[in-house]
């Protein structure tokens, strides 16, 4: 006989998909980083990790604990920056029969040349790690020598370990980064090879987010929210009035103060790292995009 499974009375069966996961809408939510307090308490109470410089465990683990976690609201009601990049990598696994260091190595690190990014820093490249700052109360920039987020020790990309976080867990240069911002700007080209085929890459690059979907508070976006199906917020006709940036450009920041965008009408690659911990300057990065436009020449 084949075997069902029953329902508590009172709960409903909720299903997301994948293209929930890539675009954020699935209602699974970040710990400790991003995250609405009643969700964050319910993640650290059942040891699901955020992937920023978690070693222990792995990946399979920790999504199969996340399968058991209530979602924060129902699939396709909002935008919540959330897990999903990790859950994402795990069902790589699956599919490839490849663990995730492996498969992004053969597939995506070995043919762009990103030669420096890595889920643990190698002995003979870990000299080359940038130092974690904070800001102190006189505004002054002091190296982090507590723990960071959920316990963290700041200079976790050198540590060994098991876990290897799709959303959270890599760390690399802006020379890499600029090579991945290229095969998308290059419409899934390297240097002549083809990697992804041009119409993947268009619907990647385009907006997901319908006028139904609302975006999470966590973190804050700015008004008319546009997101795509691999990462990046988009710049559509939409939200064009809110930034130099051309129709079709794309990009994302990170959690210590990093930025990074593409302009295919301009034909612009803008890296912009900084190294810094809970910082309150996170609007470097719109005055760096707009000192960018400013520079360009007729």
């Known amino acids: 006989m084949q075997k069902t499974e029953t329902i508590p009375p009172g709960l409903q069966a909720v299903k997301f998909t994948i293209r929930d996961l890539l675009r954020h809408t699935s209602g699974i939510a970040y710990p400790a980083i991003f995250s609405e307090p009643t969700m964050w308490s319910i993640y650290e109470k059942a040891g699901v990790p955020s992937g920023v410089g978690t070693t222990k465990s792995t990946i399979k683990e920790k999504m199969e604990l996340l399968a058991t976690m209530p979602l924060q609201h129902d699939p396709g009601e909002k935008f919540t920056y959330g897990l999903n990049t990790d859950l994402l990598g795990y069902l790589v696994e699956?599919?490839?029969?490849q663990s995730l260091d492996v498969y992004l190595k053969n597939r995506v690190f070995d043919p762009l040349e990103m030669?420096?990014?890595?889920?643990?820093?190698?002995?003979?490249k870990q000299n080359r790690l940038v130092n974690l700052y904070e800001n102190t109360e006189d505004g002054s920039l002091v190296k982090v020598d507590h723990p960071i987020y959920e316990g963290i020790a700041p200079g976790f990309p050198n540590l060994k370990g098991s876990y290897l976080s799709g959303g959270a867990g890599l760390s690399s240069t802006t020379a890499d980064m600029a090579k991945f911002y290229s095969l998308y700007l290059n419409k899934g080209t390297y240097k002549g090879k083809s990697l992804i085929s041009r119409k993947t890459i268009e619907l990647m690059l385009t907006n997901q987010l319908g006028s139904e979907v609302k975006t999470s508070p966590f973190p804050a976006q700015p008004e008319n929210f546009q997101f795509s199906l691999g990462g990046f917020a988009v710049v559509t006709e939409k939200n064009d009035y809110l930034s130099p940036q051309s129709i079709g450009s794309f990009g994302w920041g990170g959690a210590f103060n990093t930025h990074g965008w593409a302009d295919p009408k301009e034909g612009i690659i803008a890296i912009l790292f900084t190294q810094e911990y809970l910082s309150p300057w996170f609007s470097i990065g719109e005055e760096f995009q707009v000192a960018v436009y400013q520079a360009i020449k007729n």
């Open 115 to 124: 030669n420096d990014t890595w889920f643990h820093i190698p002995d003979d």
């Open 94 to 97: 699956i599919w490839s029969g």
